[in-house]
Every structure is written in structure tokens, then in C-alpha cells.
């Protein structure tokens, strides 16, 4: 018997696109069991987009509110309002090919798959394909702290590859066994980036491998300017909250033997968005202003140092909570 299946759709402010995704999820091959999507604060429209879908679906429709604005807490709102064993993630400014569902539920059946993920073709608002790529390292985590993404816009050509192992995946195009992570990390700041990190290391913790396939790629009309390059935009969703989240989930996962190296790294290199102090010199030698890279360089320090003793903090609550419930259940066990 198949798993049963819940997409998980936080949206705010974007129900044409709410609207096409939800579109392309009426259209595949297997149907999910559930779609939840979850409009936030005060977005009228978001509801409406996604209630004009009632009755016309072939699976089940929950819409749910989020008084609070978020990815994190929204997403978990529709966490707990789901009942599938595979929770399956897009965004709202995406769309699914057919065979999303199914193809995403068949690496399932090997017990050992706790999260699967897949590619993104951008496009711009015109509709035209952003430039192709080919990196040589995708969706990993060095022993020292860097973190590579690279999942999206390969050649065509790229979607016959074998599926890999990878330590973290995007939240765009992604699915995870329920049993094998918590929940949605809602410590973390706007933007909320490393959030889908953060699943993918609680599901490598729990002893599940993490995969990604190059075949299941959805077509993605990015508008957020957060990812933008660039020093444009807001600072501090863009900058110091990147700062913050990603130091703030190296500390709540690294190893004791790796935890001071990843710390030193962040501080001394960082990247490219969030340099440290020599990555500041570099980004300079890039061609970036060296007295606007200094001039962010104090705020961007104190945010990786806030983010990693809030990510030991919780580290350590994550580690008296299991202590609990051993002991609970050794109790138990006694008991019986």
C-alpha cells in the first residue's frame, strides 16, 4: 500500500501564482491525498485564490490561516493540520510537472529515504529561462561549514542523471517521511533561509538518507528580491538574517569535533552575501566596494555570533528533551 501524501503550501501576497500552482497540482498522475495551503495575516486574497479551488479537485483542499506572517510558522500550521506519511513541499510561485507526486513517492519504498528533492527551472517574469548551469557540487555540507546549493537551472540534458546523495535540499521542490524530522524550525529569521537545511539535518540525524533527483524539476517565477545579488534591497532579511539562520543551524547540528572549525570559518570567511573578515578582502578583490563590504562587516559578525549561541541553546534543549523521553520511556518499560 502506497504512503498516504500532504503538500504543504505557505503563500502571502501572490494568488495568481497560488493559483497556477494549485492548478498544476489538479494535474498529476497521482493525485496527493491532501493539499494544505496556509494564507497569513491579513491576506484576503491568498484565501480567496485558494478556496476557488473547493469542490474541483481531485484531492482534499484544507485552507488554514496563519495570524502571523512567516514561512516557518506557516508551514508548521499546515503540518499540523495534515495526516499524510510523505509531506511534500512547494512554493507558491511554482508549478509542478505531472508525474511530481509520483515520482517524488516512488523513492519512498526504500525504507532508508527520509527526504527527497528536485531542481527548479527559473524564469523571469516575462517568461523567459534564466541562464543554465552546470556546478560540480551540489546540495552539500563541508566538514568545515560551507554550504552548497546549485539545485536549479541545469541543462535539459542533466534531467537523465542518476539521483545522488546530498546533505540538504530547497524548499521549492522538496518531500520528507514524516516520522523522520520534528517539525519546521520557527527560531530562525526572515527570510527564513536554511529552514529546508535544518529538515534535511534532522533527517540525517535520525539515520535517513537525503536524495535529489535530477528528473523531477519544477518551473519556478521567482519575484523574491531577497535573493537577489547584489547590496540592494533589505539588509537585513537578505544579510543578517542569512548571517543569523546560518550559523544558528551549524551550531544546532555540528558534531563537538567540528563545531569550533565551522565557528572560525563563519567568522573568518563566510560568503559571498555574508562575508567575514577575510571574506570581506575578497569580495573587494571581486569588485565589490571595500568601504561598504567594511560597513557591513560589524553587523554581520554579531549576527553570526547571535545565531550560533541561539543554535546552541537549542541544541541543548533538543538534547534534554530526548533525555526526557528516554527516561520516560525506560519508565514505562519497567512499568510493564
Known sequence: MRATTSVLIPSFG??????????????????PDEV???????????????????????????VVHSPARG??????????????????????????????VERHLSHFEDPTVGAVGGPADNYTTANAPF???????????TWYGRCVGNMYDYPAHWKHRRQIDVDQLVGYNMAVRRAA???????????WQKFETDICLQVGERGYRVLFDFANVVNHYPTNTVYAPGRGGDL???????AYNWAFVLSKHSPPHLRACRLLYLLLLGSTSTPGLLGVLVNAFRGNGIIAEVTLLPRILKSFLSGWNAGARARVSRSNARSVLFRHNVCDTKIR
Open 14 to 31: 501572490r494568488p495568481a501564482a497560488l493559483t497556477r500552482c494549485l492548478a498544476s497540482l489538479t494535474q498529476q498522475t497521482l493525485a
Open 36 to 62: 494544505v495551503v496556509v494564507w497569513q495575516a491579513t491576506d484576503d486574497a491568498t484565501r480567496d485564490a485558494a478556496l476557488s479551488f473547493e469542490h474541483r479537485t481531485p484531492f482534499s483542499l484544507i
Open 71 to 100: 514561512i516557518t510558522c506557516s508551514e508548521n500550521a499546515a503540518l499540523r493540520c495534515s495526516r499524510g506519511a510523505v509531506v511534500l513541499l512547494i512554493d507558491d510561485d511554482a508549478t509542478a510537472p505531472r508525474d511530481w
Open 131 to 141: 541562464p543554465r548551469r552546470e556546478p560540480h557540487q551540489i546540495g552539500r555540507i
Open 181 to 191: 524530522f520534528e517539525g519546521f524550525e520557527e527560531r530562525l529569521k526572515p527570510y
Open 236 to 242: 537585513e532579511a537578505k544579510v543578517y538574517g542569512a
